[in-house]
């Protein structure tokens, strides 16, 4: 990761330190390091408003370099600030939402004297206006998904399950690139690179709060395939994450084995026509409940609003921001008064389960600028007949 | 799950909370709700001393049971019980190190009066001896596990990289069963199925407390192959994890492109050696510092100690406990005076690491009974030429 490109979202979320009165940022999860170092490593960030950030790492070994110090323990990094003359900060902010109870506790007693914030919704929200090398990084993945996606037809064997179709699309993403790891903000939600939900299976609720669910193969880990065999007159909705460069890409395509219920293409087309009125309206000041209400709106009109986003249990939003993780900043859901901002990049998955039939729709991921949104996932969006 | 079976797993709970004077734990985290209740649901068991387990739901919304109250949010637990005339409990224990510090909070606050207790230690040790059943589970992953590995050969082409060999594997272990997420204890560690480390790779340096590590695809993803080209004369060590039913089965065997150097075989005897002689110690009261230390012995007298659990950075330990995460009670490793008891199940994972040559070694999962251990990962453990 070059440096000017890490500088540029340190510096956006030193901006959001300052309206809150915070001198420093201990980072120490996952992906905030991914965000702020351009890499992962077991250790910490230590982002001062005023002055360089600082590594602290414990592993890998063979990691050098100016402001690069090594540490076995949390406990080396005070006195390595002292050495260095760096002022003890007065509001630090630590990892609230994503530290363990433990961890969170032990690193809060490194700073006794100090006012505690908490990081994440800041550094979630400094995440969520995408610089452009962030977007060029969504651009690629969108190819890679489409590369992916456009040879799902050759994979199909008449008899397959939904598990042994799902098997070589997992492949298939796997040889475009994709990393495999599907990351998901909160401990909670769990999956395996995505679903692949066909006929009834699409209606299965979920423990999670994904879009749809599917009964998945064991109770170890609810969600997507069940291991039914793929019949005729069904859908099978293909929901992968896009995961090729660390950005997680989002994109939903429909595949059919054989011909379906016309029906199923109307409900489909309805789909994709609230796809394309939301995205005409979405530009920078768009309001996403307005977004929402309207999808609301179109498929109650077109008569399909009970089987819109799931039917017992439906999704609660159409569209979520997307980012180092699927489910960042915006939320495109009832009551969220936000207004789209010129680099942020969302999915947008309107989708209607039809009992007997599946799930028909579709999903891509968007950025926008600053006159409206460019599509990043440039993937045909016709049911696909296999 | 049978009940018979999940109760099994609370009373050994509640023996140990019971020796710490806690009357309730409030359980939310996917891996312990597995453990306890059967299946991942987005809520909470509610576990008291005295009384059965109280399950509250958020999702999905078709549970429903005696003893199941279906809930929105946290703080109704507290009116439900009282409704249902349970006590507060005078001391409550909830999982610290699993629970994000915010998510934590929310759920202390609940018991004003209480005191609390960390669940996470209690639980893990709960977990460390295996019921009868979960070491049936263990078997079955291993067989299924050994038939994968056993189909290596008929995916490898000459030519192909490490990548591609990986992905072929990926799919075989799929098509067995295998449900794909490797899960961790420790919100820090990330691998996408396993490793498979081919040549000087084996010896590249990791962020995370795996044996090995590699250098990865990305630096979103630390870990695993890195895209090389296979080639004659280097060792392909595949470690994938065997989470066929949710527990964590353990594996790694090796794979060469043509012949080795005799160096690279006498090596891997060398492991085969220190895993015989360890197995042969291993029965209830063996202490679990003394089969790390006696594995140095051997190593270091074989004229192999540099290279023992990789060169720059090596891992500190020679086996871990095994469950429905990778990284259970016990470890086996310098300092700790822990003894095996019947019903732990653990890795055992001797590994050289030979500069040119890449990983030889071992790796297989073991059962503690009365008398000794049992072995679950049937499988040859001759370096196999592709």
Redesign the interface.
């Known amino acids: ?1 070059i440096q000017p490109e890490l500088k540029l979202r340190r510096d956006k979320i030193r901006r959001l330190m300052q309206q809150h009165n915070i001198d420093a940022a201990l980072i120490a ?2 992906i905030n390091l ?1 965000y702020t170092y ?6 910490y960030l230590y982002l001062p408003l005023d002055s360089p950030a600082r590594i602290f790492v ?5 990691i050098k370099g100016e402001f690069v110090h090594n540490v076995r323990k949390p406990e080396q990094i005070i006195d390595i600030l002292k050495e260095e003359g760096l002022p003890m900060p007065a509001k630090v902010m ?1 990892e ?10 032990r690193l809060a007693n490194l700073f006794p004297e100090a006012e505690i914030a ?1 990081a ?1 919704p800041i550094i979630r929200e400094a995440r969520s206006i995408k610089t452009p090398l962030e977007i060029e990084l969504f651009r690629r993945s969108g190819a890679a998904h489409t590369k992916a996606y456009n040879q799902i037809p050759t994979v199909f064997k008449p008899g397959m399950t939904d ?2 179709l799902s ?1 070589e699309v ?2 298939l993403m ?2 475009e ?1 994709n ?3 599907f990351r998901v903000f909160g ?2 939600m ?4 995505g679903s692949l939900l066909a006929g009834d299976n699409a209606a299965y ?5 994904f879009s749809l ?1 599917g009964q998945g ?6 969600g997507s395939v069940n291991g039914s065999p793929l019949k005729a007159g069904e859908t099978i909705m293909v929901d992968m994450g896009g ?1 090729f ?2 950005y997680m890409g989002d994109m939903s395509r429909v595949y059919s084995v054989g011909k379906l219920t016309q029906k199923a293409y109307d409900a489909h087309q309805v789909c994709i026509d609230i796809q394309n009125e939301l995205i005409n309206d979405s530009k920078p000041g768009t309001v996403c409940e307005d977004l929402y209400n309207k999808a609301i709106d179109m498929v109650t009109k077109a008569g399909f609003a009970d089987n819109f986003m799931g039917i ?2 439906k999704a609660g939003f159409i569209g979520h921001g997307i980012g ?1 993780e699927i489910n960042e900043i915006p939320v495109i859901a009832p009551r969220i008064k936000r207004e789209l901002e010129a680099g942020m990049v969302f999915a947008l998955e309107p989708k209607i389960v039809l009992p007997g039939i599946g799930a028909v729709g579709v999903e891509n991921s968007w950025a926008v600028n600053t006159e409206g949104v460019e599509k990043l996932t440039l993937c045909d969006e016709a049911i696909v007949e296999l």
Do not use: W
């Not at 609230?96 to 506790?105: F, H, K, N, R, V």
């Not at 769990?190 to 690179?193: A, G, K």
């Not at 609720?205 to 709060?209: A, G, K, N």
């Open positions: 990761m999860c996952n991914l351009g890499r992962i490593i077991s250790g414990k592993r890998p070994n063979h630590l609230a939402d994503e530290l363990s109870y433990t961890d969170y506790m908490n994440t598990l042994q098997i997992e492949r796997r040889l690139g990393l495999g790891v401990q909670s769990e999956i395996f690179m609720p979920s423990p999670f709060d669910g193969l064991h109770p170890a880990l609810p995961n460069n660390g017992d249990q180092l």
